[in-house]
């Protein structure tokens, strides 16, 4: 079982960056696939990126390609989203996962971002 927590998630006025984190309980974590999703009020939820358990895939929505940033430390066991030049549009709850080849089998509690004009 892996236990994923989302961290780093605020108000930022437009033009800001956040960095969120995503750090899991388990060194299987490791091995696992991770993405970052976000839900907006009233919006389906949506995939931002993904990284491969090695680093070496990454995968990003049109809507941040060039603004955000994922990685991941694994002596850390965290999965990072650098967020630069953040719109207002960006603001949603955003949720990291983890599994095998994007088969997302654990999710963390999300952290809410928001973003003022």
């Known amino acids: 079982q892996v236990q994923l927590v989302e961290s780093g998630g605020g108000l930022v006025q437009a033009g800001g960056s956040l960095r969120l984190s995503c750090a899991a309980s388990?060194?299987?974590?490791?091995?696992?696939?991770v993405g970052w999703f976000r839900q907006a009020p009233g919006k389906e939820r949506e995939s931002v990126a993904d990284?491969?358990?090695?680093?070496?895939?990454?995968y990003y929505a049109d809507s941040v390609k060039g603004r955000f940033t994922i990685s991941r430390d694994p002596a850390k066991n965290t999965v990072y989203l650098q967020m630069n030049n953040l719109k207002p549009e960006d603001t949603a709850v955003y949720y990291c996962?983890?599994?095998?080849?994007?088969?997302?089998?654990?999710w963390g509690q999300g952290t809410q971002v928001t973003v003022s004009s």
């Open positions: 996962a983890a599994g095998d080849n994007r088969s997302y089998d654990y």
């Open positions: 388990a060194r299987a974590f490791k091995r696992y696939h």
């Open positions: 990284i491969s358990w090695s680093g070496a895939y990454t």
